[in-house]
Every structure is written in structure tokens, then in C-alpha cells.
């Protein structure tokens, strides 16, 4: 990363050789390639965090390769903020390489009050399309997402809001998140119908959180042309060595975080961390990059949504993508180990 400075600033140029250790995936059936890491913006950038630290995580995440910027939203705190400084982020350092990366936003999750700011509906989707890009500071996002499954909203509305949003130019693919088998294959179904590009779907994925195997959608999204995006990819931090020795006082754990709990936790779920452990050190990898390899074996994953509280963590996780290959034994004792009693 050079930095070059200038009367008022420093202005940001990325690095050269940014492209020549990163994987590019096909997503889906699709033409659209995706960085096999992601960034994802769930955490860490909301209004309490460092400008500074925010952009140097933005533009080592570029540095590596990384090319895809994953929004939503309602990710913050408050709701709107990772918008807001991404925005700012892509105006001062990343303008000039917009044909060049890939920017995604979802909603479907709440966002504001009142009937029309959470769900499904047309009316809630387009208008939220249309918040975020103000918040983004940009004309289109590469992929706008409807985040969840609502029960209130018939599928078909939804992918005709998607549809809108693409065909007026908001847009130039649409993705579903969270979407179990059965809508997934509607989703599809009615995509295809009215010739909507709906190219992925993002699920919860991880070494400890199999649902998307167990509940078909991998198998279905595989045998019809969909990528799978997978976002908790480390279990909210337990698939590192973080909590090995215990419960670090600046852990998500000790902070009380809405997704990670000290009942998470257990015996037997830090015995399989440290077995898991073993494994990735005889691999030559962190258990944090063998947590990332072991969702990019193969190709039915696009791509894998990394999060960073500090530039260093991007450097380590882009480790992750220098071995993919896992051997048949390693394979089976990770499953036992997740099965364990």
C-alpha cells in the first residue's frame, strides 16, 4: 500500500500486486466472480469506531485481494452507520476503483419504525434500496440482498421488488440471506420466471454450524446454479485461538455480545476447539485459517465474509486461501470432532 502524500491528504493507492495471491470465484451459475474473502462490515464499523482504523482495515482488505465489501442496512450501531463510513470511505480512498470491487447491501432485517421498515414487502425493500444508497454515496450496489424470509410477505412480492430494484439500475444482481431450502427453491423458481439475475445466498456457515448442509440448501443451491456466501465463518470467535486459555476480559464473551454468550462456552465445546487446534497446527495454519479453508474446499462457496477489528486480521485471514486441500482423514476427524458426545 503506497501512500502518497498530497497538499491536504494522504491519497490512497492500492497495492500492485493485489490480485495475484487472491482466489476470484464464480458465484453461482453467474459471470460475476467474487474475492474468496470477503469483508463484512456486521461489526466494527459503526458510529463509536475509529475513522482511521476503518479505512486501514478498507484498504489492506483491497491490498490483499479482497474485492468484495459486504453491507446491510442495519449494521452499525445505529443503524445506517457501516453505510455512512463506508461511504465515506469509498469518496476518500476507494473512488477511483469502483469498477473494480464489489459492493453489496440487504434489508429485510428491522430498520426503521413503524409497518413498512422491516419484512418483505415491496414497498419496504425498494425504499430501503434507495436509503442505502444515499449512505453509500453511490449509484448501484453490485448485489442488494432481501435478508430474511418473511412470513407476511409472499416470496414472489419480494423477488419482484428485487426485480425492480435491478431492472431500474439500483442494482445489477440480487441475493437472498438467510432463506431456508423451501423459499430458496421458490425464491428460484420465481426468479427465473420473471428473468431475475437472483445469482446467491448468504448463510450462517461454519466448522460448528452446519444448517445450510443439514437443511439441503447447499445441495439445492449447487444443483441449481446458486453460490452460497457463508458469513460467520470463525462462530462469533469461538474457531479461533482466542478463547484456548479462558475468557479474555476484551473478548465478545466478557462484553456481554448479543450473538456470543458465556453458556456458548462449555466443556465440551472448548474441548473440540482445542482438538480442532491440534489439527490446524499439524495443517501449518491457525485454527482461524483452517476454519476458512475448510468452508472454501471445494467449490460450492463463493466466497467467505471475514471480519476485522484491526488491519493485522485481514493479513492473517487472507493466509487462509494458501491451503484449501484437506485430506480425507482430516476431513472425517473434524466431523467426529463436531460430533463428539
Known amino acids: 500500500m503506497l501512500m502518497v502524500k498530497s497538499a491536504d491528504r494522504s491519497v490512497y493507492q492500492a497495492a500492485e500486486p493485489r490480485y495475484q495471491e487472491m482466489p476470484y470465484r464464480r458465484t453461482g451459475t453467474s459471470g460475476l466472480k467474487m474475492s474468496a474473502l470477503s469483508l463484512g462490515f456486521w461489526h466494527n464499523f459503526g458510529a463509536q469506531s475509529d475513522t482511521e482504523t476503518m479505512r486501514q482495515i478498507c484498504r489492506t482488505a483491497f491490498d490483499k485481494g479482497i474485492t468484495c465489501f459486504d453491507l446491510a442496512n442495519n449494521y452499525g450501531p445505529p443503524y445506517g452507520a457501516a453505510e455512512e463510513n463506508f461511504g465515506r470511505i469509498l469518496a476518500t480512498d476507494l473512488k477511483p476503483y469502483r469498477n473494480e470491487i464489489v459492493i453489496t447491501s440487504k434489508a429485510g432485517y428491522d430498520m426503521w419504525s413503524g409497518p413498512y421498515g422491516a419484512g418483505g414487502s415491496k414497498k419496504y425493500l425498494v425504499a430501503s434500496c434507495d436509503e442505502s444508497l444515499k449512505r453509500l454515496g453511490t449509484d448501484y450496489v453490485d448485489i442488494f440482498y432481501h435478508h430474511c424470509m418473511d412470513p407476511d410477505t409472499p416470496v414472489a ?29 421458490q425464491a428460484m423458481q ?28 447447499k445441495t439445492l443451491c449447487g444443483q441449481n446454479g446458486l453460490g ?26 466478557a462484553r456481554g455480545s448479543k450473538f456470543l454468550h458465556s453458556e456458548d462456552l462449555t466443556e465440551k465445546r ?37 471480519g476485522a477489528s484491526k488491519p493485522e486480521q485481514i493479513v492473517e485471514n487472507t493466509k487462509a486461501v494458501e491451503n484449501t486441500a484437506f485430506a480425507a482423514d482430516e476431513l472425517a476427524a473434524i466431523d467426529a470432532i463436531v460430533k463428539m458426545a
Do not use: K
Open 270 to 306: 472448548l474441548a473440540q476447539i482445542r482438538q480442532l487446534h491440534t489439527i490446524a497446527a499439524a495443517r501449518g495454519q491457525s485454527l482461524a485459517d483452517m476454519a476458512l479453508a475448510w468452508l472454501l474446499r471445494g467449490d460450492a462457496v463463493s466466497s467467505v465474509i471475514i
Open 157 to 185: 412480492e419480494s423477488m419482484e421488488a428485487l426485480s425492480t430494484i435491478v431492472r431500474s439500475g439500483r442494482a445489477l444482481y440480487a441475493g437472498i440471506s438467510n432463506y431456508d431450502a423451501a423459499h430458496t427453491r
Open 190 to 217: 420465481i426468479a427465473a420466471e420473471i428473468h431475475l439475475p437472483l445469482i446467491v445466498n448468504q448463510r450462517c456457515y461454519s466448522i460448528f454450524d452446519r444448517a445450510v448442509e443439514e437443511d439441503g440448501v
Open 228 to 253: 452460497i456466501v457463508a458469513y460467520s465463518p470463525l462462530a462469533q470467535g469461538l474457531l479461533t485461538a482466542r478463547y484456548l486459555h479462558g475468557v479474555p476480559q476484551d473478548s465478545r464473551i
